[in-house]
């Protein structure tokens, strides 16, 4: 796992692509670092398809080719998957939750093994294209919730990459980039803002309406970390005032 | 990684199966060691479906629930995705050569992470389903050829498993079992024998005629295990007498 260096020589990159702003500031940063960009989008049976479009927007505002890949899990085990379920909306009302937040604290909206399968693929296309390079936006205030966003997952996943891949067995490194992963949100939100990614293009909330609902956790940390970062969220949020 | 043990208490399992002998009998074993399997067969273009059937009926022998999984791979990378590539049959006139078969003479048949994938998808559905076990029929043979089928991938994958999932962060240990692990085909094929393994439904051609090509190397080494453990093959294979 590396959080800033880029490979040597070989400039080819896959990127995972979720249409939220945290993938789409991995996807410019990766651009910026010289990369050329492969892009892996997923169609995994989330509750709206909303951020499936923003991912392909975002790709093509980037010039980045992508694969939209159907991903079938139908055990389901997630808000994310399964309608049924509540979104989570409690951190609003309790500002001092979300730093006290730890690991046996997995919110529902956890996917089991997600991004697992979401590198595995990954990884797949790295190998078969010949990229030594791996982006995903993966950064601090998820993996206080999900523990495959935490630094310790992505250098276990590096192990795999070594030890069952042929490019592993034949030294060729695929190296997992986790370019956020120490950032807050606020710090996400500069960085992108200062490599020009299109905000106005990303889809953070977990429900599918017209607007974005203003009351999920993805809305609520969106919203704060605008906010922390002093920039103006080009998307307007129902319910909220857009300054 | 377990070769032989059971998990306590638990007796839910999510079996990866192919269609092959080897996995069909990976899950004989998991049955007979008292698990409730749920199997996961995958559609991942490989270059005929015929194997896809073949899983279908062993699980319904077997009288365990399967899931269908498709999986997309556009970026292909081996001669089981794409049909340009021709089938290995070298070793055939070259007795001597599959034991000095080595990492790096890795098959065109390798399919970029496949094994990975699989592994992943069968974690995502063991944590919805609150299983602690995962059967594969990953075996020697195998495992010199091809790099994620060798013992270390597989504890490098348990280490993912820590790390990166709610069961593992909960310390409620998901184990992949390998119970063929240090097998040879013929001893795979004595074990199936005497777990009642329906062999008459397995596939183990990489063609997909109406009969078995007995020309690849999967056909080959099927042949070789059969005739090594002194039982006869039910299947019947083209221009190979079944005696």
Redesign the interface.
Known sequence: MKNNQRGSGNRKAVVLLSGGLDSATALYYAKKKGYNCLCLIFDYGQRHTREIVCARKIADAAQCPY?L??I???????ALLNKKISLPSVFHDQPGAITARR??D?PVT????????F???A???A???GARSIFIGAHAQDYSGY??C?P??Y???E??I?????A???HKKITVHTPLIDKTKAGIIRLGSSLGVPFELTWSCYAGGKRPCGKCDSCYFRAKGFEEAGIKDPVITAGISNR
């Not at 079938?72 to 997630?78: A, E």
């Not at 070594?162 to 042929?166: L, Q």
Request: with cysteine; net charge neutral; hydrophobic share 40%.
């Open positions: 694969y890949l159907p079938c899990m139908p055990w389901q085990g997630s690991l046996n997995i956890y996917v089991p093994a997600r991004n697992i399968i590198l595995s693929f990884l797949s296309c190998e078969a294209i523990p495959d935490r310790e997952f250098r276990a996943f192990g795999v070594a030890a069952g891949t042929k592993g067995t034949e």
